[in-house]
């Protein structure tokens, strides 16, 4: 079992940036699929970004592409979501999440096994 803590979230302009972490503890990270995923109020939990074990795959949402980076260091058992030129409707909680197994579709919140308890973002105008 692996334990899950995102920070790097709070209150950024739009146009701004902020980078997320989520560290791992329990087990080493490089056993996981990982994805960032966020739900905004009254919405459903949407996938942002993921990132295969090795972190030579990295997949996106349409909305984020161009603009949010994964990665991952293995070695310090950390995942990192970048987000440049955010915008108003970036506002959301943040989620990390890992699957152990290969998730299909990538996006598909029912692919990962472990979650974070999730870190709040919030763009103003």
């Known amino acids: 079992q692996v334990q899950l803590v995102e920070s790097g979230g709070g209150l950024v302009q739009a146009g701004g940036s902020l980078r997320l972490s989520c560290a791992a503890s329990?087990?080493?990270?490089?056993?996981?699929?990982m994805g960032w995923f966020r739900q905004a109020p009254g919405k459903e939990r949407e996938f942002v970004a993921a990132?295969?074990?090795?972190?030579?795959?990295?997949y996106y949402a349409d909305s984020v592409k161009g603009r949010f980076t994964i990665s991952r260091d293995n070695a310090k058992n950390t995942v990192y979501l970048q987000m440049n030129s955010q915008k108003l409707e970036d506002t959301a909680v943040y989620y990390c999440?890992?699957?152990?197994?290969?998730?299909?579709?990538?996006?598909?919140?029912?692919?990962?096994?472990?979650w974070g308890q999730g870190t709040q973002v919030t763009v103003s105008s």
């Open positions: 999440a890992a699957a152990l197994g290969y998730p299909d579709p990538v996006g598909g919140t029912t692919q990962y096994d472990y």
């Open positions: 329990g087990r080493t990270l490089r056993s996981y699929v």
């Open positions: 990132i295969s074990r090795g972190g030579t795959s990295v």
